[in-house]
Structure formats: structure tokens, C-alpha cells
């Protein structure tokens, strides 16, 4: 320490006085807050309750007039009421939560929004690929345009040359594009409809037949072993009674006594059981 100041050299004339690095004084200042009880958060610019109510009412009318023109248009598979349903959620949701920035009006909004939200729907139920929607389209404007000239419907060949293809891409690819319709069972279910129908015995005429085949089983196995051996061949094996003749070395007279007899037999056991 005492090495750096070696060389220093005395001040000529009065010496300064010393500077003070004490920082000044801070102005005070006063900031005023509004008192308020809200907490402060932040919540998205909302349309007034009156005004989104008076949108609604306003365009009701549009969403069933969209409903019709995409069920018409585009596809039939979805009833027009269930598309009338989604085009009012997205009426209620767009009048909450629309903002009116000059650029365009609710009218003009909510018309691609609704029609978006009806083809969402559509996609959402699609039971055929996009492919198989434009053959189908194709066909039917191709029927279309071959029908105008005629009063009779096109044959498969004019159709196919009319679209450009072979009759077996026109099979294949066109014919087989319709769309699979879904139905509620229960607005179709008929009991007496072929679809429906089954002609499998009920349980109590099962158990009948199964207590008659037991006691027919015990009938047959106690008769005469010749007239058991006739009644088999004639319904089981289905022989004539020639052919059973000829296994016993009978005439087909005899053959036919004894399995009237064996009738016989077999009924008496019968009603004796029931």
C-alpha cells in the first residue's frame, strides 16, 4: 500500500473540499388504487345476455333452412331434425361467444359455422369412404343424364360407357357404393316379419317331443325283434317292402302284416303312456 503512494506529489493551492456520495432524498409519491371488492380476473369479452338471446331468435329460421339444403345436398342418411340439433348447439355457442370486429357480420359467421357443424355431423355418421360417395354421385348423374332422353331406365352398358368404364368396374365399384342406412330396432321390430321370424319350437313343444321320442324309443325296443327289425328298415333304412321281402325271404304281403302289427303295437304303448 504504502509503495503505490511513493511517487505522489503534494497539491498546489487550497484543497478541495470532499465530495459526498450520500444519495438524495426520494420524492415521495402516492399512488391511489380504487378500492373494489371484484377479485381481480380475467375473463374472455362475452356478448350481453339480451343481445345473444336476440341473435338466437333472430336466426332460427337459418339454421332449419342449412338443415335442408345439407340433408338434400349432401346426404340423407342423417334425419334433417338430428341435423337442425346441431346446427342450434352451434347457433347458442357462436351467439355467446361472438365478437363483432367490423370484419364480418353474425349472419355471414354463423352461416359457415352452422353448415360446418351439420358436415362435421355427416362425416361423424359416414358409413362409406369419400371415394365411394363421389362413385355413387357419379352414377346417379350419370342415370340422370341418360334417363332425360328416354322414358325407360339406362341399361348397365350405357351407364358404364357413359362413365368410361367396364361393366364389371361398374359392378363392382358403383353398384356397390350405396350407403349402409342404420335403423332403430325398435321402430322396425315386427313380430310377424320374415326378418324377425323363427321357426325353432318353443320350449314346451320341445319337451313334448322329447317325452314322445323317449316313449316311442321304449315302444319300439319292445316289440318282437322281426317287427322291430321291419320298422327299421322301412324308416330308417327306407326300404320298400319289396326290398324288406326279399331281406327275410318273404313275400311284400306278409312284410305289410307285420308291420301293421307292429302299428299296432306301437300305438297301444303310446296311448297307454299318454
Known sequence: MKAAFANAQPLNGPVPAPVSFAPAAATPVTVTVAETD?????RPRQSP?????????????????????????????????????????????????FEDRGQ??????????????????LRRQATTTRGAMRRRKEYHRAVNTLS??????????????????SLE??????????????????????????????????????????????????????????????IQLYYVDEMNLEEIGQVFGIGAARVCQIKSAAHAKLKKALAQRA
Open 169 to 230: 368396374k361398374l359392378r363392382t365399384d358403383y353398384l356397390t357404393a350405396e350407403a349402409v342406412r342404420f335403423d332403430s330396432i325398435d321402430d322396425v321390430y315386427q313380430d310377424d316379419m320374415p326378418w324377425f321370424a323363427d321357426d325353432t319350437p318353443n320350449a314346451f313343444d320341445q319337451l313334448a317331443e322329447g317325452d314322445m321320442r323317449d316313449a316311442l324309443i321304449a315302444a319300439i325296443a319292445a316289440l318282437p325283434e322281426r317287427e322291430a327289425q321291419v
Open 104 to 121: 364480418v357480420t353474425f349472419q355471414q359467421y354463423i352461416s359457415t359455422r352452422l353448415r360446418g357443424a351439420m358436415i362435421d355431423e
Open 148 to 165: 332425360q332422353g328416354s322414358a325407360r331406365a339406362p341399361s348397365e352398358a350405357a351407364v358404364a360407357a357413359h362413365l368410361g368404364v
Open 38 to 42: 371484484a377479485p381481480l380476473t380475467y
Open 49 to 97: 345476455r339480451g343481445e345473444g338471446e336476440a341473435l338466437i331468435r333472430q336466426h332460427l329460421p337459418l339454421v332449419r333452412k342449412i338443415a335442408w339444403h345439407v340433408h338434400g345436398s349432401m346426404s340423407t342418411l342423417v334425419d334433417v331434425e338430428d341435423l337442425v340439433q346441431v346446427g342450434l348447439v352451434a347457433l347458442v355457442e357462436a351467439a355467446s361467444g
